[in-house]
């Protein structure tokens, strides 16, 4: 009747959907079956569909806020989630995870429990949006107590973020996405300072590189637009000093060694790929904290030359049939895109900081990167990265990446395509000329050779003004053509 429905509340209905068990039958009662292609046994025999699963969240939801929701209702749901069918193990997932902010601390407890005894090659992204959601409830709970349970989501994640985790790419990067989100909670600080250290031991020790760098520069990235930690030059400061805790060097510096020590791997890994018995020497990483010196020998660059890592390019592209610049040299990161986050997050650190990266360095890199480059791409690649490291005005001269002192030595050595240092042993300096070799070569001279000049005062800056032309620019001589830099 109208009267008694008047009283109907919802705290009534929850205890008639509980008295009656509808959920179980939802997502465990036996059935007598279908014929329906998108349905799947369920947990104790019942056919339940993605579309039935989704709707079931709103209803646990109800039963929760009326202390109705029970053991039974979770385990179905995470039977289900580890379900043949990926639509149907996906939907549990997604459930399970809207069901996280209202579960009591026991019951997170026992998700937590339940996520530990998934084996890693089992992970799905699915598996890993549920661990995060996990572990901040935890964080939220705990307000980040000092239990190691409150770790171990943490923990996870980054294991399935290394390059010896049995997962694929994709769950690694999902992996990643989630460490990061948990991690820029105010709740997770001292995680987060933890883990942008581990990230400079794994540099260090040459670890999942790649893959590090490019969680540290995400969680980077976000302190400046988080009030409640330090700004970004301060932590860079930090994790400078951290890295010279366990090697003399400094952060940036390490980079650079650790962009030799990749290239020669992944020089090996050419090698193999196109055939060849005697592999180059791997480039170690060193075994302990002891080791204080250079992070590689870069004179192990010196059994290549341009021309034979030319020739193993095309017997390595002839013999797959791929990209080599797309393949896979060394670790787990294609070739070029390893390379990439080097440099982008060499830039990065040096932008951020009071880091200037010096001469040897640059001439190090160079070597490893354009005399010895494996494919086009790696090469034009560093030489666009060399032409961002200019200071972006005069005013903010010596403040960027590249160390004030030797810009004009960049310029003269390398881009000019003079002989390189000593040190740089067989192949090293610039072997390319700046005009007919790449766009991406001429590019760089051209920047550099207008810098220079312009501080030297060799050559003014003159702008035209138009009414209906936009303004234009260009360079007026103040000295005779030889007595400009680069000129010849």
Not at 121 to 145: A, C, G, H, N, Q
Not at 200 to 205: A, G, I, K, M
Not at 249 to 257: F, Q, S, T
Not at 334 to 360: C, G, K, N, P, Q
Request: proline share 3%; net charge negative; with cysteine.
């Amino acid at each position: 009747s109208g009267r008694r429905a008047k009283h109907f509340t919802e705290r009534l209905l929850a205890e008639r959907v509980a008295q009656a068990k509808i959920v179980e039958a939802l997502l465990g009662a036996p059935s007598g079956g279908t014929d329906a292609a998108s349905e799947a046994k369920g947990a104790e025999g019942a056919v339940v569909s993605p579309e039935v699963i989704s709707r079931v969240v709103p209803v646990l939801s109800l039963l929760e806020s009326f202390d109705h929701l029970s053991t039974t209702h979770v385990e179905a749901l995470w039977k289900l989630f580890s379900h043949d069918d990926p639509e149907v193990a996906r939907a549990a997932g997604q459930a399970l995870g809207g069901m996280i902010d209202v579960l009591a601390a026991d019951q997170v407890q026992v998700f937590t429990l339940r996520l530990q005894e998934i084996a890693p090659e089992r992970y799905t992204v699915e598996i890993v949006k549920l661990i995060r959601d996990v572990t901040k409830v935890t964080l939220k709970s705990s307000r980040y107590s000092s239990d190691d349970d409150d770790d171990k989501g943490v923990q996870m994640l980054w294991e399935a973020v290394m390059d010896d985790a049995p997962v694929s790419d994709e769950v690694a990067l999902a992996a990643r996405d989630a460490l990061v989100n948990i991690l820029k909670m105010p709740l997770a600080r001292e995680q987060r300072t933890h883990f942008l250290n581990q990230c400079v031991l794994n540099l260090v020790w040459g670890t999942s590189v790649a893959r590090c760098l490019s969680l540290a520069r995400a969680l980077l990235t976000d302190i400046r637009s988080t009030s409640y930690l330090s700004n970004r030059k301060s932590t860079i400061k930090k994790l400078d000093a951290y890295c010279r805790e366990h090697t003399t060097r400094g952060l940036d510096a390490v980079i650079v060694d650790d962009l030799v020590r990749y290239k020669i791997a992944a020089l090996s890994g050419l090698q193999r790929l196109a055939g060849e018995a005697d592999a180059a020497p791997e480039a170690a990483a060193p075994r302990s904290d002891d080791e204080t010196d250079k992070l590689v020998d870069p004179t192990l660059l010196d059994a290549f030359s341009a021309s034979s890592v030319r020739d193993l390019t095309k017997r390595a592209e002839a013999a797959t049939g791929a990209a080599v610049g797309s393949s896979v040299l060394t670790g787990k990161t294609e070739h070029v895109e390893a390379v990439r986050i080097r440099l982008d997050f060499l830039a990065y650190i040096l932008e951020e900081s009071d880091l200037t990266l010096r001469y040897a360095a640059i001439e190090l890199a160079w070597r490893a990167c354009v005399t010895l480059a494996i494919t086009d791409e790696e090469r034009d690649l560093f030489l666009a990265w060399v032409k961002s490291s200019l200071p972006k005005s005069e005013s903010t001269y010596g403040a960027h990446i590249i160390d004030a002192g030797v810009i004009t030595k960049v310029f003269r050595t390398l881009l000019c395509g003079g002989e390189a240092g000593a040190s740089g042993g067989a192949g090293a300096g610039a072997t390319v000329t700046p005009a007919s070799d790449s766009m991406a070569m001429f590019d760089a001279f051209r920047a550099y050779f207008r810098y220079c000049n312009l501080k030297e005062h060799n050559v003014a800056e003159k702008k035209e003004y138009g009414r209906s032309a936009p303004t234009t620019s260009y360079l007026e001589a103040l000295v005779p053509p030889d007595e400009m830099e680069g000129f010849d």
